[in-house]
T-cell receptor
Framework: GDSVTQTEGLVTLTKGLPVMLNCTYQ??????LFWYVQHLNEAPKLLLK?????KRTEHQGFYATLHKSSSSFHLQKSSVQLSDSALYFC????????????FGSGTQLTVMP | EAAVTQSPRSKVAVTGGKVTLSCHQT?????MYWYRQDTGHGLRLIHY???????EKGDIPDGYKASRPSQENFSLILELASLSQTAVYFC??????????FGEGTRLSVL
């Protein structure tokens, strides 16, 4: 069945350093991929989305490129800030329309001063 | 501004009791969803609906019922709450062309 894998459960970095959070997926469909960010005790909020192969998408300093050849959609930022500390989820929708998202287990990013 | 409002924000229930979680959206969205969040599992889809008076099973529907009496309202019902249903529950809505917009969540503790 369809699935999303996030290999890092916890990432701790010092402010100003680059970060990459891994996301790989499995599906037999032509998927839509998403990154959601959830700050403590808040709702998950959409950060990025893509369905276009090999096209970089960016928002709020974060960026990701969907690579269908490797089934990956890694999230990156060149310089993390304290406010980036949050839980990041990669999610998959096997098709458009119903948007029944399949989430990865999440990566907790903690940025230290 | 688009909004999804959940009530209550937190609840303590007893094992075997009935629990109803409510969700209201003002976005004029056709699609509504209920997800459950557990540590280490991300969010998992319980039930969803794409039109009033109709609901569909998601990936983990056992032990849950859903009700969509109107386009704006979507409830999640636990007829016989169990310890294993302690979790944070999120409601979301979508118009089918945009990624789902989530509510603030309901923290449910079953004792």
């Amino acid at each position: 069945g369809d699935s999303v894998t996030q290999t890092e459960g916890l990432v701790t970095l010092t402010k100003g350093l680059p970060v990459m959070l891994n996301c790989t997926y499995q599906t037999t469909y032509s998927p839509f991929l998403f990154w959601y960010v959830q700050h403590l005790n808040e709702a998950p909020k959409l950060l990025l989305k893509s369905s276009t192969d090999n096209k970089r998408t960016e928002h709020q300093g974060f960026y990701a490129t969907l690579h269908k050849s490797s089934s990956s959609f890694h999230l990156q930022k060149s310089s993390v800030q304290l406010s980036d500390s949050a839980l990041y989820f990669c999610a998959l929708s096997p098709s458009s329309g119903s948007w029944q998202l399949i989430f990865g287990s999440g990566t907790q990013l903690t940025v230290m001063p | 501004e688009a909004a999804v409002t959940q009530s209550p924000r937190s609840k303590v229930a007893v094992t075997g009791g009935k629990v109803t979680l409510s969700c209201h959206q003002t976005n004029n969205h056709d699609y509504m969803y209920w997800y459950r969040q557990d540590t280490g599992h991300g969010l998992r889809l319980i039930h969803y609906s794409y039109v009033a008076d109709s609901t569909e099973k998601g990936d983990i529907p056992d032990g849950y019922k859903a009700s969509r009496p109107s386009q704006e309202n979507f409830s999640l019902i636990l007829e016989l709450a169990s310890l294993s249903q302690t979790a944070v529950y999120f409601c979301a809505s979508s118009d089918g062309s945009q990624a789902p917009l989530f509510g603030e969540g309901t923290r449910l503790s079953v004792l």
